[in-house]
């Protein structure tokens, strides 16, 4: 205990050896103690710079920074924290011009499990606490995303001038609730199958990523076909990902599929964020995911419930809708989100990202 005159240093110092309550390393190893100040009556200002707008429970550091500061220096009279993010990311998307600090790929190892609408929940999770989200479908022979966010109509293309003075024709996404948005449905008819093979998937997976006009984003989304095909293998080569988030729904046969895409992810050096839930209750049980995670040493990112406002908002292409505060979906969709956010930011910080895959 303190009780002579306190310096914005000795705060500073002092709120530094918090320990983070996510991430666990202390607040001034991480470097999230941005300023500290005394105003004229004694009261302290401390803010705090969180790695993610989706940051959970930031109630947590307001306590352990309010007592330690008020047992220390007692003479403190009022301690006010305050917020601000700057989310952590590595930009890796640099040699395609993608301007995104973080990419996840949504996946799941068979169709059928919700994939396409965690993928969207997730965008809109995301934009909802703050944060830049772009949403691509990259889920070419059956794209879920443009029903689901109720877009309709095709991207309008805009003409931009190249370093060499040549003419560059860029897609605009579409936008829905602040997503930005592109999927392979925008441009082929409704009830049109794609047949395509591999280079063909390969080509339009690197223009969606290449030649729209994604701006500078936070985190892109990108909603994956469901299996262990082409697809995850072309963003592997073409970008850095900072990881998978693996869908799956409780029963036995979606959990064995489920596997094979985590080893999918891993061979090609992905890394796994986690895994959800979806569709957890009383029809195709509950807590298959969690303990699968637990078996192949992954995260659990959480569990969605089987809710009915899910399917509606889905089916009216609303489903921003799902994040109003008094939907009974919103707690467990944004639990999901905000644990795949952290996990995104404690892998940047803890632990050193895994190497490109190299093709031979």
């Excluded at 240093?9 to 500290?36: C, F, N, W, Y």
């Excluded at 609303?318 to 639990?335: G, T, V, Y």
Aim: one cysteine or more.
């Amino acid at each position: 205990m303190n009780s002579g005159p306190v310096s914005e240093t000795e705060i500073i110092q002092l709120v530094g050896q918090i320990t983070d309550p996510e991430i666990h390393r202390t607040l001034g190893e991480l470097k999230m103690v941005k300023s500290a100040k005394l105003t004229a009556d004694g009261s302290s200002l401390v803010e705090i710079e969180l790695p993610t707008p989706a940051y959970p429970r930031r109630e947590r550091i307001t306590t352990a920074i309010t007592e330690a500061l008020q047992n220390r220096y007692p003479q403190i009279g009022h301690v006010s924290v305050t917020y601000s993010h700057v989310v952590k990311g590595l930009d890796t998307g640099g040699a395609i011009g993608l301007k995104a600090k973080n990419v996840i790929a949504v996946g799941s190892g068979k169709g059928g499990v919700g994939k396409s609408t965690v993928a969207a929940c997730l965008a809109f999770g995301l934009q909802n606490c703050g944060a830049r989200v772009g949403l691509m479908d990259a889920d070419v022979y059956g794209p879920s995303i443009p029903h689901l966010l109720g877009i309709t109509g095709k991207p309008s293309i805009m003409e931009e001038t190249g370093p060499g003075g040549e003419t560059i024709n860029r897609i605009v996404p579409m936008v829905s609730d602040g997503v930005k948005c592109i999927s392979m449905g925008f441009f082929m008819e409704p009830e049109k199958a794609v047949v395509w093979r591999g280079p063909l998937l390969h080509r339009a997976i690197t223009q969606f990523l290449k030649d729209t006009d994604w701006g500078e984003l936070d985190y892109l989304i990108i909603d994956l076909p469901p299996g262990t095909g082409d697809v995850s293998l072309t963003l592997s080569q073409l970008l850095g990902l900072a990881g998978a988030v693996v869908v799956c729904s409780p029963q036995q046969v979606a959990l064995l599929d489920a596997v094979k895409a985590i080893s999918m992810y891993r061979q090609v050096k992905i890394p796994v964020l986690g895994m959800v839930e979806n569709m957890s209750g009383e029809i195709f049980g509950r807590g298959g995911t969690r303990n699968k995670a637990e078996e192949m040493g992954v995260p659990f990112l959480g569990e969605i419930p089987m809710e009915a406002q899910i399917r509606i908002q889905g089916d009216a292409g609303k489903i921003s809708e799902l994040f109003k505060h008094d939907n009974p979906a919103r707690p467990f969709l944004q639990a999901m989100c905000e644990q795949t956010a952290m996990q995104i930011a404690r892998q940047l910080l803890q632990t050193p990202r895994m190497p490109t895959l190299e093709i031979l």
